[in-house]
């Protein structure tokens, strides 16, 4: 049995592989991959031998908190920020007491200077207190470091608690000789604690930042996924929630909502925005017998249409499905960091030991505490010094001064691991619409029987009241030649063909008709040999017969400059793809003309993931370069994902690389 699930508390590699070996070891456990990056686990289990719960008691014996889905957060009296600033705050008043005076002893009162028992007391108790409110905003890493310790699953919070504990300890051993003025001073670690802890805090809090905008694309997705449909029963319409729809199913679709399952219409027509499963932004045609795809929009008309799948296996569900399982797979470079960190904190702390038995007995004085504070010195020191100071801060700084530099180009690095293998990428694939080209149609040239102003106002008036998205480009051309508008009336739209209205034209009133050529029965002919969408206008004679006055052709242009980038790109040596589900010839040709090596067209989400697999099975280190949510579940499979940022933010969340110029 497979389950997916999620887990809160994990803070390193160290977590999510602790879990791993932890499960791993049980005989019903056959697979287990834990994703940190996700706070998601996928597990495949003997159900006859366990259950769910059962596996969640297991994890949460780790100290660990398994969900079955995303809960939001409660609001805390302190948010993770405040919090933050208090610890700095403290750790900096702690390490004003604790090394102000090797400065300039003018910069502490007297009364708080080490140069006697009771001063050295009072200051010791200051950053004491200090250091216990730190604690407090730092105890995550004590609950979760000595749980993860005691179920012998050490991680990274273990060598932080462990090593602030043992400063802590030898702290208040010597304050407590100090006190009963068995010592005159004590060498105190307070500022060690307090300085460990809010580092590690700082850099938990900027990488915390970028691994909840991974879950954020999850939720993204499926907040945009219907949650009702209107379902047909007894020729009534009752509203039915989407989990509860069946095959077989009547369901009613009206203007303006969502598909809510893959189905077949089997009364009426419509046009469908299907950009969130092609990319493409023309919306689709679809009549009796058509197939409808969950998650698509339809745009004017209702229509009725027979459930083919149900929630949990339609298109919608699939992506979110193939999304999560793209990002939880594991690269073999994230194994390797999973076995080093597995091995690192256990090291750590059986060598502080040993340097701790070994100081203890080779201490130069004969006097038993003064050996053992000796030895507690050393394993302290080794402990902090182990601390992972660095490795908590590295990451997530790295990643802050590459996106201050990379801004000026206009591009974002969400982790390290899109900088790391940037410089290692020999494959790179593009999507077409939005990312080569503009993801607008413009009028290529207009073909003209009439005066061409004319031919523009007319198709201006008609095209003005629609908002499909090749109207627009028509609309914007005549704007651009000063067209007039011309009263209409009896306006018509037949779906998927064109608009139709009675409009002034030499001297009386007439239909004209704007659309594909299905729309019209022409008398005459228009001979255009150019490639690209093909829109008429004409009039109507009769019911049978129409005059062709005129032909728009538009086209999807290319952005400025890009082919420049291509062939830079491919001087490198780097080999290029095109994947797009627009038809044949247009993605032929715009492969042609930027020297792309090769390319597939009518592209769906599935096609576009099987080819990164392909490639990357071949030995290829793939850069996937998208913008809409159907190139999501590639842009998680591929090794760097770069997202055009006007894409849609599903696609924007799950990418490597954001570029802001959308260049």
């Not at 597939?600 to 290829?620: F, H, M, T, V, Y």
Request: proline share 3%; glycine share 6%; net charge neutral.
């Amino acid at each position: 049995m497979k389950e997916s699930f999620y887990i809160e508390g994990m803070t390193c590699t160290a977590c999510s592989s602790g879990i791993e070996r932890s499960l791993g070891r049980k005989s019903f456990v056959k697979k287990i991959e834990v994703s940190l990056l996700n706070k998601s686990a996928n597990i495949e289990f003997n159900e006859n031998e366990t259950n769910l719960d059962e596996i969640f008691k297991l994890i949460e014996k780790l100290g660990y908190s398994p969900k079955k889905t995303l809960v939001e957060e409660k609001k805390e009296f302190f948010s993770p920020n405040v919090k933050l600033a208090l610890a700095v705050i403290f750790t900096l008043f702690v390490v004003y007491l604790s090394m102000g005076a090797m400065l300039s002893p003018s910069l502490l009162p007297k009364s708080l200077l080490t140069i006697n028992n009771h001063s050295n007391f009072l200051n010791a108790c200051l950053q004491l207190i200090g250091t216990l409110i730190v604690m407090h905003w730092g105890r995550d890493f004590y609950i979760q470091g000595f749980k993860a310790l005691w179920h012998r699953q050490p991680n990274m919070s273990s060598l932080i608690a462990i090593g602030t504990s043992a400063a802590l300890a030898s702290s208040l051993w010597q304050l407590y000789f100090v006190y009963t003025n068995q010592w005159s001073y004590g060498h105190y670690y307070f500022e060690s604690v307090c300085v460990i802890l809010t580092f590690v805090m700082v850099g938990k809090r900027i990488e915390n930042i970028s691994k909840d905008k991974a879950l954020d694309a999850m939720q993204a997705l499926m907040k945009n996924a219907p949650k009702t449909a209107l379902k047909m029963h007894n020729n009534q319409q009752i509203e039915v929630l989407v989990d509860s729809i069946v095959v077989g199913d009547i369901l009613k679709v009206l203007p303006g909502s969502a598909i809510a399952v893959d189905g077949e219409i089997i009364e009426g027509e419509g046009e469908l925005d299907e950009s969130m499963l092609s990319g493409e932004a023309l919306p689709v045609y679809k009549k009796v017998g058509d197939k409808v795809f969950s998650g698509t929009l339809n745009s004017n008309t209702s229509f009725l249409m027979k459930a083919t799948q149900d929630n949990k296996n339609s298109t919608l569900s699939q992506i979110i499905e193939m999304i999560h399982n793209a990002q939880s797979s594991k690269a073999e470079i994230s194994r390797l960091a999973d076995k080093v960190s597995s091995v690192f904190v256990p090291s750590v702390i059986a060598i502080a030991i040993l340097a701790f038995v070994v100081w203890f007995i080779i201490a130069p004085k004969p006097d038993f505490w003064w050996n053992f504070d000796t030895a507690l010195e050393v394993f302290v020191s080794v402990l902090v010094i182990s601390c992972p100071c660095a490795l908590g801060l590295a990451t997530p700084m790295s990643i802050l001064v590459a996106n201050q530099k990379a801004s000026s180009l206009g591009l974002f690095f969400k982790d390290a691991k899109s900088l790391e293998k940037a410089r290692l990428v020999n494959t790179i694939v593009f999507d077409k619409t939005g990312t080569l080209t503009n993801g607008k149609p413009v009028v290529k040239s207009v073909h003209s029987k009439i005066e061409l102003l004319e031919l523009l106002s007319l198709a201006n008036s008609i095209e003005k009241s629609s908002e499909h998205v090749i109207a627009k480009g028509i609309v914007e051309y005549a704007k651009e030649h000063d067209a007039p508008l011309k009263e209409m009336s009896e306006v018509k739209v037949k779906t998927g063909f064109g608009i139709s209205a009675k409009v002034d034209y030499q001297g009386a009133k007439e239909i004209i008709k704007v659309g594909n050529s299905e729309f019209f029965n022409p008398i005459n002919t228009l001979e255009i040999q150019e490639n690209g969408i093909l829109v008429f206008v004409g009039r109507a004679i009769n019911e049978k017969e129409d005059e062709l006055l005129g032909a728009f052709v538009l086209e999807d242009l290319l952005k400025k400059g890009v082919k420049e980038h291509i062939a830079q790109i491919k001087s490198l040596g780097i080999n290029t793809f095109l994947l797009s589900g627009d038809n044949r010839e247009n993605v032929k040709k715009c492969a042609l003309e930027l020297g792309i090596d090769g390319y597939i067209s009518n592209a769906k989400p599935q096609d576009k993931l099987n080819k990164i697999k392909e490639l990357k099975e071949k030995g290829r280190i793939v850069m996937m370069v998208g913008d809409g949510l159907n190139d999501a579940p590639s842009l998680a499979m591929s090794d760097v994902a770069v997202v055009m940022a006007k894409g849609s933010d599903v696609s924007v969340q799950a990418a490597d690389i954001v570029s802001f110029n959308n260049d």
